[in-house]
């Protein structure tokens, strides 16, 4: 897997932060060590270097630690819970950090959301959509999303099935406050090189097959693929941002 071993877990633990968590030490060298890896599976891919944009996954992490990665360079960062990120925004909100809304979001949590995310990348429903559109549109402005689509078809993972998404994208046509940038998906939980590229590979083809049919409103410019066990097969098929947790900040406490 392009020499990408993963997280080390040893001696990485400050006494210093509350809560626990890697230092600022530890938490530079794994940053460097992904951003290393993600410029070998560029090359690899024949892409040029930084051909994907990496995005840290903040579920579970302190606000600290997510200024620390801040300051080491980091500027984007996913949250999948809206309360969560409704919690720790405020408390960031000194930095340019560019919020994701990466997980499955409830309509009754769209409020929080709009307000601090500048883009969710997982839109799977038409209901959900039109609660964006509406309080977008009464605000006067857009926002960038991807569909998520579950290109495994494991039943535990959010996402619309690729055979789904043509037709979806034909009912987006209603909701002009949305600008579709790209699609999403979560690889399949397997070690096999094989099956989770191959999964990669029909979002990426799915991906291509969309531009070509010409979506309004849907430049489709993005991939978000991959997480720490698999980002760099993600990049070899074609991501261009990857969402990264573990591998960064350490094993997320319960
Ligand atoms: C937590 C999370 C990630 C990152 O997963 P790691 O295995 O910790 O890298 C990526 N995407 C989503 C949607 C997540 O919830």
Avoid at 32 to 60: F, M, T, Y
Avoid at 69 to 77: C, D, M, P, Q
Wanted: charged residues 25%.
């Amino acid at each position: 897997m392009t020499g990408w071993e993963g997280p080390t877990e040893k001696g990485s633990f400050a006494d210093d932060v509350v809560g626990g968590g890697p230092s600022r030490e530890e938490l530079a060298r794994r940053l460097a060590s992904v951003r290393e890896a993600i410029d070998e599976a560029c090359q690899k891919a024949g892409r040029p270097a930084g051909c994907a944009k990496l995005l840290l996954a903040s579920k579970n992490v302190p606000p600290v630690q997510i200024r620390t990665a801040y300051e080491l360079g980091a500027r984007l960062f996913g949250e999948n819970r809206a309360q969560e990120l409704r919690a720790k925004a405020p408390a960031l909100a000194d930095l340019a950090i560019e919020w994701h809304f990466i997980g499955h979001l409830q309509t009754n949590k769209v409020r929080d959301v709009l307000r601090h995310a500048a883009v969710v990348e997982s839109l799977d429903r038409l209901a959900l959509a039109e609660e964006l559109h509406r309080r977008l549109h009464r605000e006067g402005r857009s926002l960038d999303v991807y569909v998520e689509v579950n290109v495994s078809g494991e039943p535990t993972k959010h996402g619309l099935s690729p055979d789904e998404v043509p037709a979806f994208f034909a009912q987006l046509v209603r909701y002009p406050a949305l600008v579709v940038r790209g699609l999403m998906t979560l690889g399949p939980n397997s070690e096999d090189e094989v099956t989770v590229r191959r999964a990669f590979r029909a979002l990426y083809e799915l991906r291509e097959r969309l531009r070509q049919e010409g979506y309004p409103n849907a430049p489709l410019e993005e991939l978000s693929m991959g997480m720490s066990r698999d980002f760099p097969w993600a990049i070899l098929e074609g991501a261009t941002l990857v969402r990264v947790g573990t591998a960064v900040f350490g094993p997320r406490l319960p």
